[in-house]
Nanobody, 119 residues
Framework: QVQLVESGRGLVQAGGSLRLSCAAS????????MGWFRQAPGKEREFVAD????????SYADSVKGRFTISRDNTKNTLYLQMNSLKPEDTAVYFC????????????WGQGTQVTVSS
């Protein structure tokens, strides 16, 4: 079973940058689609970005398009989220997630990492 561990939490000023990482254990990382989600206080969890198994296809929420970049390194079993031009409204707990190997449903979730953007 794959386990996911996020890192890169931090406090940054508006306009700054931060990179999150998600390390996956196990040998099926490259067989899974991956995504980033976030949950702000008092709000529901929302989609941020996803990436295909090979890394050749990505998609983003409109709120982060042009500012965030999702990527993966299948040789290192690691998923990344580069966040630039951060805004206070980006403040949330960020989660990485993995789909099943035979479907596109997110089955495995990390524990989350806090990102705080000050104005």
């Amino acid at each position: 079973q794959v386990q996911l561990v996020e890192s890169g939490r931090g406090l940054v000023q508006a306009g700054g940058s931060l990179r999150l990482s998600c390390a996956a254990s196990g040998r099926t990382f490259s067989d899974r689609g991956m995504g980033w989600f976030r949950q702000a206080p008092g709000k529901e969890r929302e989609f941020v970005a996803d990436i295909s198994r090979s890394g050749g296809s990505t998609s983003y929420a409109d709120s982060v398009k042009g500012r965030f970049t999702i990527s993966r390194d299948n040789t290192k079993n690691t998923l990344y989220l580069q966040m630039n031009s951060l805004k206070p409204e980006d403040t949330a707990v960020y989660f990485c997630a993995a789909t099943g190997t035979l479907n596109y449903a997110y089955e495995i979730w990390g524990q989350g990492t806090q990102v705080t953007v000050s104005s």
